[in-house]
């Protein structure tokens, strides 16, 4: 059956047009972006998705779901259509492009598999996001097959070899479970990724069309979201994304309550104990970051790691650590926390670093008691507005836990949990309210740490094309191995144990390897907006509401957005060049081998692109 998509985006009462002025400061804005909010009218027809899935297949299930999500966050008209309940594909003349997402392609007739391979041959789009076979579309494949290849289910590398994401070139997804065919791919076919012995994602001409092959399961996981985005966008003459445009900088466990002693590697790099280090060393080098790379900070206090988990809630080691400033003894996390630019905001990490689970606090009154004393402390050290923001200790809550916080808490409005992990520990969040207390909205945080390993870097680029957000988070005392927040298979991995701070003279140490990181986002995205975690709360709340729809007619594009200013991708599948623009700006131009990809922000509700080239 047909299912028209439902948005997620809230519904609007129509006759409503109001003002809310927030001050999210972003580089291209310069101060308060003032949100103008108006229904869609102009009844553009959008290019539409037809999904196709198999109810009975579950990894394809998995693989809706990513496909699903990816459209809704970025306003992508799509409908889904289940082969298992229906045999007989509708008339795809109404749809730009065909994803399909399950392994049951075989469930086509012949009939049926020549509607397809006419669609594509007039001009469709044909997205397979999860590996499938058909002996009578091999052609459409772009494959020489002709009898139904043979299954690999083993952990591989698939190394890919265009730049299909942006900052995407080069990369290596390691070892994983690829479950591909042994397909060989015909000579025409522009091969993107490949393991060591197969080709995994191909782009294929195909008469007037595109087809796009993902030969694995792969985009089942959330982690690739990004991917089914820009294939979409490949195969589709245009297409108008939606985006946040937020980046999110996150210091745990800052401040804290540091301790007197020197260790190793900043012993022997600076000769500072670990409070002097993160008072006048750490944090002012983030500073210069800061200045450097326009980032904003949400640094989160931690009183105590005295795992105390019933009272009394002592302050003991909150006020251990101290260094002397001008002849005179200074406690450090005092200083720490009085001492945060207008760069930072200072949110909650907790009483101490135990998780808030009922499992670790055995009883809600114990959990209630501790965030109460650290909110009488925050009183007590004029911490100033009591927090906005909530980073959980360990990325770990249950229900329990979040709702204690918005009791004792609740000026606390927006939580960090985890992108990726699992959902029963309070992981695995999407953008938008936390599903086990709606008074929490979740803007979840995908990477973390100095270092952009290959799989920091998927995540990073993955969310950043489906939705434009960036959330990355670091820890003062990464760069002691202490072993905590590594296990040691990382600490190997990472080669951690052997970085310094600095790392003079090669400039090798953590503070460069991240510089590194922020100089790949810098030249990638230039356009990202980073900002506090409650600007970007008052940013999601907009975001989450945008709409975007737009047509064309030979090479003019008008588009019509509901919420202004917002930010969008706009992407065709034909290089073409950009000849002018109404009412919006071209943020960022990106030079792609799969047609032209712009980021635009949005002036007014209604706009036009002009085009040198008919759209195609
Ligand atoms: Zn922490």
């Known amino acids: 059956m047909k299912n028209y998509s439902i948005l997620k985006k809230s519904i609007f009462n129509l006759t409503i047009c109001f003002f809310i002025v927030v001050g999210c400061s972003g580089s291209k804005s310069n101060g308060n972006d003032r949100y103008r909010i108006k229904p869609l009218s102009l009844r553009l027809q959008a290019p539409k998705v037809l999904i196709i899935y198999d109810n009975s297949n579950h990894y394809g299930v998995k693989c809706l779901e990513q496909t699903v999500r990816a459209c809704r966050y970025g306003e992508i008209l799509y409908e889904v259509f289940d082969i298992n309940q229906r045999e007989k594909l509708p008339a795809l003349n109404e749809y730009a492009s065909i994803a399909v997402v399950t392994e049951s392609l075989w469930k086509l007739d012949k009939q049926q598999c020549q509607n397809l391979i006419a669609f594509v041959k007039d001009g469709g789009g044909l997205f397979i996001a999860f590996r499938s076979w058909n002996e009578n579309l091999s052609t459409l494949f772009g494959v020489t097959n002709s009898y139904e290849p043979q299954f690999i289910e083993k952990d591989q590398n698939v190394y890919f070899l265009k730049e299909f994401l942006p900052g995407g070139d080069g990369l290596v997804i390691q070892q994983d479970d690829v479950s591909n065919y042994s397909y060989q791919v015909d000579s025409t076919i522009t091969l993107i990724a490949r393991t060591d012995e197969y080709p995994i994602v191909w782009f294929h001409r195909f008469g007037k069309g595109r087809v796009i092959y993902w030969n694995t399961g792969l985009l089942a996981r959330k982690i690739n979201r990004g991917f089914i985005t820009r294939s979409i966008a490949a195969v589709q003459p245009f297409t108008a994304v939606v985006i946040a445009n937020i980046g999110i900088f996150d210091l745990d466990d800052y401040p804290n309550s540091s301790n007197n002693v020197k260790l190793e590697p900043i012993k ?110 925050w009183g007590v050290d004029h911490l100033g507005k009591l927090p906005f923001s909530y980073i959980p200790p360990l990325n770990i809550y249950d229900s329990t836990g979040v709702n204690v916080l918005t009791q004792t808490f609740p000026s606390i409005k927006e939580v960090g949990a985890l992108y990726l992990g699992k959902y029963e520990k309070g992981q695995f969040r999407e953008f938008g309210p936390e599903p086990w207390n709606e008074k929490l909205y979740v803007i979840p945080r995908n990477t973390s740490g100095y270092i952009m390993t290959d799989f920091f870097k998927r995540c990073m680029i993955s969310i950043l094309i489906s939705n434009g957000i960036w959330a990355h988070f670091v820890h003062p005392d990464d760069v002691y191995p202490l072993g905590e927040r590594y296990e040691e298979n990382q600490l190997k991995e990472l080669n951690i144990k052997s970085l310094k701070w600095y790392g003079e003279p090669q400039k090798n140490g953590l503070y460069y390897q991240l510089i590194r990181w922020l100089e790949f986002s810098k030249e990638n995205f230039p356009w ?64 792609t081998e799969f047609g032209s990809h712009y980021i635009f922000k949005a002036n007014d509700h209604v706009m036009m692109l002009e085009f040198k080239d008919p759209i195609q």
């Open 268 to 377: 022997s790099e600076f000769d500072m104990t670990m409070s002097e280090f993160y008072t006048l060393r750490w944090y002012p080098d983030m500073l210069n970051l800061a200045k450097r790379f326009g980032i904003k900070y949400t640094a989160v206090v931690v009183f105590n790691y005295n795992g105390r988990t019933h009272p009394p809630y002592q302050f003991f080691e909150w006020l251990n650590g101290t260094f002397k400033l001008g002849g005179k003894e200074i406690k450090s996390s005092l200083f720490a926390a009085r001492n945060l630019t207008d760069e930072t905001e200072l949110g909650l990490h907790g009483y101490n670093h135990q998780p808030l689970t009922i499992g670790n606090w055995k009883t809600e009154q114990n959990m209630k008691m501790a965030l109460n004393a650290a909110r009488n402390r």
């Open 528 to 591: 990202l907006r980073y900002m506090k975690r409650k600007d970007a709360y008052l940013v999601m709340q907009m975001y989450d509401r945008a709409k975007i729809t737009a047509s064309s007619q030979s090479n003019i594009v008008n588009l019509e957005v509901n919420v202004v200013p917002c930010y969008f991708q706009f992407f065709l599948r034909e290089k073409n060049k950009l000849e002018g623009v109404v009412n919006c700006e071209v943020i960022h131009e990106y030079d």
